[in-house]
Each structure stands twice: as structure tokens, then as C-alpha cells.
């Protein structure tokens, strides 16, 4: 009422509606049954990330929506803030040259709630917190990741049944290095929301 907004009672009164796109904000174990019924429906689909919690249900998602003939998307929103967009122009027009290395980080605070529970989540620190940066960082160079090598553990709480924190390195297909922090370590005093970071390092 507050916002003048339909609101759907269920699932199916929201597919059924004449509506263009859905966006699927369900825990990650969710993804793959939700974007397979909204494909069915003909509904495009803007997906949270991680898109899923293995590569079969990525799989899967891409193909139900390629045979429906609708798009799917991840959110990644971190590819149109302001400095991502100056640092990728720079790159682009070659005032670093040859990138030869990536640092990035990602370090959140433990969300709580599904986000802790492994059969919901897929995982931890490094599920939720892995795919801004790396996401950035093949934009960036334009090449994919050719290996990975990640540590991972409970460090913050040892009480989770997921990992809080990981380190991961990375090999890209274009020769770059990269590593990234993904733990879920930021301090309440820290003095902004976020701590997502790109550092690119070139041959200029």
C-alpha cells in the first residue's frame, strides 16, 4: 500500500501475471528450481548471486533459459560503480598496460541466517563473498580463470558450520595473477558499508 505496489500471494499468481522479468532473491540452493519455473512461465530472469550452489544447477539454469528464449542475468552491481568504470577505462585504453597482477577484496560481515547453513548456502565466507571481485577482474582482462587454489577455514567463529574466512589465488588465461580475500572480517567499526577493492598492477 505504501509503495502502491501488486503484491502476489503465491509463486504462481506471480508467474502467472503479465509481468516482463523476475529477480530471485531465495537462499542459493533455491536458484535453480525458481529460474526454471520462471523460464517456464517466459519470464526473464535477474538471478542473486551466486547463481547456484554447484555447476550442474548453473548448467541447468543456462539451458532452461536459452530453450524459453529468455534472458538471465546475475546481479553483479559492483561492475557499474564509478571507480570500477575510470579503472576499466584506463586499462582500456592502455595507460597500465599489460595487467600482470590483481589484488581485490571483499571482506563482509557474517550475515547470519541461511547465509551460515551450508545446505542452503552452498557454503560460506568464500560462496557469498568470491564472485564481485572475480567477476571484475575477468571484465577487466577480458580472460577467464584457469586455476584456482583457495584456503579456507572457521577462523572468526569456530562455531559455524561454515568457513568465515578464504583466501584464494588465481591463474588467468591471459597470464595475470590475482588473489583475493573473501572473509566475512570487517569490523562494526569499519568506516564504510562495503569493502570491495580492486588493485590492478601493469606493465606501465
Known amino acids: 500500500e505504501a509503495y502502491e505496489c501488486e503484491y502476489f500471494g503465491s509463486e504462481e499468481a506471480l508467474l502467472g501475471a503479465d509481468i516482463d522479468a523476475v529477480i530471485i532473491c531465495t537462499e542459493n540452493a533455491l536458484h535453480r528450481d525458481a529460474t526454471l519455473r520462471a523460464a517456464a512461465a517466459g519470464k526473464h530472469v535477474m538471478c542473486e548471486k551466486p547463481i547456484s550452489v554447484s555447476v550442474d544447477d548453473a548448467q541447468a ?8 528464449g529468455v534472458g538471465l542475468m546475475t546481479a553483479f552491481p559492483c561492475r557499474y560503480g564509478p571507480a570500477y568504470i575510470e579503472a576499466r577505462r584506463l586499462v582500456t585504453q592502455g595507460h597500465v598496460g599489460d595487467i600482470l597482477a590483481m589484488k581485490g577484496t571483499n571482506r563482509g560481515r557474517n550475515p547470519g541466517g541461511w547465509f551460515v547453513e551450508p545446505h542452503l548456502s552452498g557454503g560460506g565466507a568464500t560462496i557469498d563473498h568470491t564472485v564481485h571481485i572475480t567477476d571484475l577482474m575477468r571484465d577487466i582482462t577480458g580472460d577467464e580463470v584457469a586455476a584456482v587454489y583457495c ?7 569456530p562455531q559455524l558450520k561454515c568457513d568465515d574466512a578464504g583466501l584464494i589465488t588465481m591463474d588467468f588465461t591471459g597470464g595475470a595473477i590475482a588473489t583475493l580475500d573473501c572473509s566475512w ?11 570491495a577493492t580492486l588493485a590492478v598492477v601493469g606493465t606501465e
Not at 584456503?151 to 567463529?157: A, G, L, Q, S, Y
Not at 572480517?185 to 569493502?195: C, M
Open 185 to 195: 572480517s570487517r569490523p562494526p567499526h569499519y568506516p564504510t558499508w562495503g569493502d
Open 61 to 68: 539454469m543456462i539451458a532452461a533459459c536459452a530453450d524459453a
Open 151 to 157: 584456503e579456507m577455514d572457521r577462523f572468526f567463529n
